[in-house]
Nanobody, 130 residues
Framework: VQLQASGGGMVQAGGSLRLSCAAA????????IGWFRQAPGDERAGVSC???????AYDDSVKGRFTISRDNGENTVYLQMNGLQPEDTGVYLC?????????????????????????WGQGTLVTVSS
């Protein structure tokens, strides 16, 4: 039982990628799902999340560039990333989080409440060159 992230790759600055977070062994229907970025030497950072009712939240650094969506029929959450920049580079992971989910994107909550994040998968690598 876990979430499987895919869709990463190497792009130039300004390029686009679409990441997928697929559930294996359970239904995503009633879960809030978050996307997180792990860059070398940095703390894990919240990028975006989507609540069970479909309402999204974004870190300020990606607002206007990234769009999160969910397809419960496909048991998958997507992250469309446009206007990619080198600072977006890292391993992207998804997890089930609290609902409403916006608080779960903050590093303080990540550090202090690790048990509020479930079903972490291996992640997918995104590399953006300048």
């Amino acid at each position: 039982v876990q979430l499987q992230a895919s869709g990463g790759g190497m792009v130039q600055a300004g390029g686009s990628l679409r990441l997928s977070c697929a559930a294996a062994g359970f239904s995503l229907d009633y879960y809030a799902i978050g996307w997180f970025r792990q860059a070398p030497g940095d703390e894990r950072a919240g990028v975006s999340c989507i609540n069970g009712n479909g309402s999204p939240a974004y870190d300020d650094s990606v607002k206007g560039r990234f769009t999160i969506s969910r397809d419960n029929g496909e048991n998958t959450v997507y992250l469309q990333m446009n206007g990619l920049q080198p600072e977006d580079t890292g391993v992207y992971l998804c997890a089930a989080v609290i609902d409403p989910c916006e608080l779960a994107l903050t590093q303080k909550y990540l550090r202090e409440n690790p048990y509020d994040y479930s079903y972490w998968g291996q992640g997918t690598l995104v590399t953006v060159s300048s």
